[in-house]
T-cell receptor, first 115, second 117 residues
Framework: KAGVTQTPRYLIKTRGQQVTLSCSPI?????VSWYQQTPGQGLQFLFE???????NKGNFPGRFSGRQFSNSRSEMNVSTLELGDSALYLC??????????????FGPGTRLTVL | AQKVTQAQTEISVVEKEDVTLDCVYE???????LFWYKQPPSGELVFLIR??????QNEISGRYSWNFQKSTSSFNFTITASQVVDSAVYFC??????????????FGKGTMLLVSP
């Protein structure tokens, strides 16, 4: 069974640009969560989607948005990039949302560098 | 609000030593889940264990063992006879809101483990 895939793996952008990251969950998984990892703040939750609906959102500005498609693939978008958005963006999928204890399988991440 | 503290930023050991990674959590929920993940240099988080708040039994899996103590809000992770391949960053995480519609993980800052030959 293929794991969680994220594209692209590496990305370099300049301030003010926008970026779209993609995540394909494990086949059959319907819940996708996104996390941002930086050296200073560590791993922080961005948002979670289930059945094309955003179920929860972390404490990030509105420049960060996401969506989920009917095939459970998810994208996240960051507009008007800032230097501080440089991070590893991790996507995780799980079979279902809710319950609190669902095992989340993580992808390899997209390393975004903002110059 | 929930919080996970991993006080040890970095630990260095020599191969075959035992090492314990500490994790202390805070939550108001009575039902919650605790996790440990490993992040090797490749960057992908690898699931190690999940424990729910009603199960305080210690668990052993090969060289790995976990000690969950609700009385001290701790969920510590021990690697016995460490190996160089154990070198990685280890994260403890908490998931609350069991009866809600989401599964958000709150992570600690991580502990970098370096095992030297």
């Amino acid at each position: 069974k293929a794991g969680v895939t994220q594209t692209p793996r590496y990305l370099i952008k300049t301030r003010g640009q926008q970026v779209t990251l993609s995540c394909s969950p494990i086949s059959g998984h319907r819940s996708v969560s996104w996390y941002q990892q930086t050296p200073g703040q560590g791993l922080q939750f961005l948002f979670e989607y289930f059945s094309e609906t955003q179920r929860n959102k972390g404490n990030f500005p509105g420049r960060f948005s996401g969506r989920q498609f009917s095939n459970s693939r998810s994208e996240m978008n960051v507009s008007t990039l800032e230097l501080g958005d440089s991070a590893l963006y991790l996507c995780a999928s799980s079979l279902r949302a809710g319950g609190g204890g669902n095992e989340q399988f993580f992808g390899p991440g997209t390393r975004l560098t903002v110059l | 609000a929930q919080k996970v503290t991993q006080a040890q930023t970095e630990i260095s050991v020599v191969e075959k030593e035992d090492v314990t990674l500490d994790c202390v959590y805070e939550t108001r929920d009575t039902t919650y889940y605790l996790f440990w993940y490993k992040q090797p240099p490749s960057g992908e988080l690898v699931f190690l264990i999940r424990r729910n708040s009603f199960d305080e039994q210690n668990e052993i899996s090969g060289r790995y063992s976990w000690n969950f103590q609700k009385s001290t809000s701790s969920f510590n992770f021990t690697i016995t006879a460490s190996q160089v391949v154990d070198s990685a960053v280890y994260f403890c995480a908490l998931s609350e809101a069991v009866n809600s519609g989401y599964s958000t993980l709150t992570f600690g800052k991580g502990t970098m483990l370096l095992v030297s030959p």
